[in-house]
């Protein structure tokens, strides 16, 4: 062995070590996150679960799995998932054409500054707060509701209070769900070359033939993706609904119903089958979201 191939042995050598121990010092940062995720999501996650498959006395069965059978646990889950389909439909529908109004202004300029500013911040508006916001509008006394009555006769609780009701959850859900999808879908729709709208019209083709065959196909993955997302934050969402309506109607409420029953004893454990049903819907959901992100990623390099 020659000298120079030694020394380059003993460089490659120390290059590898080099590059692992950067590796080693990039997954200690990562720790403090992992550690989160552990302690905060996947233990919490794992208890909840688990405790579906116990009876009140700590003995392991598989009977309160028969709680899917029940029509009222049946009707909660489709509740919910029509719900979340509704909200998020509109959401991603409204925040679409919000995004494509954003194409003609500046990137940098105050008015597209100040819509992202404002979705950042409403897109995280929930909870009590929202809910308090929502009954001071449209509630019974709400502003929105007195004007309505007085000015045109019409009340929109003549049918009962429509905002303490499953339907009347629409309206704060998607309120936080528009912001989100401009959130999450502007960065594709600001991906789009002009160059393709110029090969477009070179050889021909219409504005509409642009959104149709070239933007609207590649644009599709990333906005079903974020129609998912609304999905998911819709069906997992809960402090907003237990701020409106007291007793189940949707999967978290019923879950809560379920650990803070009076009236019904020894059915605690059954909120942990019902957690595994929204564990697995949500798991399902997540996994179409990455793969449709996986596919719209490849457009915007």
């Given amino acids: 062995?020659?000298?120079?191939?030694?020394?380059?042995?003993?460089?490659?050598?120390?290059?590898?070590?080099?590059?692992?121990?950067?590796r080693s010092v990039a997954w200690l940062g990562f720790t403090p996150f992992a550690a989160y995720v552990v302690i905060f999501l996947a233990i919490p996650a794992l208890v909840a679960v688990a405790s579906g498959?116990?009876?009140?006395?700590?003995?392991?069965t598989f009977a309160n799995l028969a709680a899917f059978a029940d029509p009222t646990i049946q009707?909660?889950?489709?509740?919910?998932?029509?719900?979340?389909?509704?909200?998020?439909?509109?959401?991603?529908?409204?925040?679409?054409?919000?995004?494509?109004?954003?194409?003609?202004?500046?990137?940098?300029?105050?008015?597209?500054?100040?819509?992202?500013?404002?979705?950042?911040?409403?897109?995280?508006?929930?909870?009590?707060?929202?809910?308090?916001?929502f009954i001071a509008t449209i509630g019974i006394q709400g502003l929105l509701t007195q004007w309505l009555k007085q000015t045109f006769g019409y009340d929109i609780n003549a049918d009962g209070p429509l905002l303490y009701q499953i339907p009347g959850l629409l309206f704060p859900y998607v309120y936080f769900q528009i912001p989100l999808m401009v959130l999450t879908f502007m960065p594709a729709m600001a991906g789009l070359?002009?160059?393709?709208?110029?090969?477009?019209?070179?050889?021909?083709?219409?504005?509409?033939?642009?959104?149709r065959r070239v933007a609207g196909p590649i644009l599709a993955p990333a906005f079903w993706g974020c129609f998912i997302l609304l999905f998911a934050n819709a069906f997992s969402s809960y402090a907003t609904a237990a701020?409106?309506?007291?007793?189940?109607?949707?999967?978290?409420?019923?879950?809560?119903?379920?650990?803070?029953?009076?009236?019904?004893?020894g059915v605690s454990n059954v909120a942990g089958v019902?957690?595994?049903?929204?564990?697995?819907?949500?798991?399902?959901?997540?996994l179409g979201y990455s793969a449709l992100q996986r596919r719209s990623s490849r457009w915007q390099r």
Avoid: H, N
């Fill in 1 to 22: 062995m020659t000298v120079a191939s030694t020394e380059v042995q003993a460089t490659t050598t120390r290059g590898a070590g080099t590059v692992s121990r950067r």
């Fill in 53 to 60: 498959f116990f009876t009140s006395d700590g003995r392991f």
């Fill in 75 to 133: 009707s909660a889950f489709v509740a919910s998932f029509a719900v979340s389909a509704v909200s998020a439909a509109v959401g991603a529908v409204a925040g679409a054409v919000i995004c494509y109004a954003l194409l003609g202004v500046r990137p940098d300029g105050f008015l597209r500054t100040a819509i992202d500013s404002a979705s950042s911040v409403l897109a995280q508006f929930g909870g009590v707060m929202l809910a308090f916001a």
């Fill in 193 to 211: 070359k002009a160059q393709w709208g110029e090969a477009t019209a070179i050889l021909g083709g219409s504005r509409f033939t642009y959104w």
């Fill in 243 to 265: 701020a409106l309506i007291d007793q189940g109607g949707i999967v978290p409420l019923t879950i809560k119903q379920q650990l803070t029953s009076e009236t019904v004893v």
């Fill in 274 to 286: 019902l957690a595994l049903g929204m564990l697995a819907v949500m798991v399902v959901v997540m």
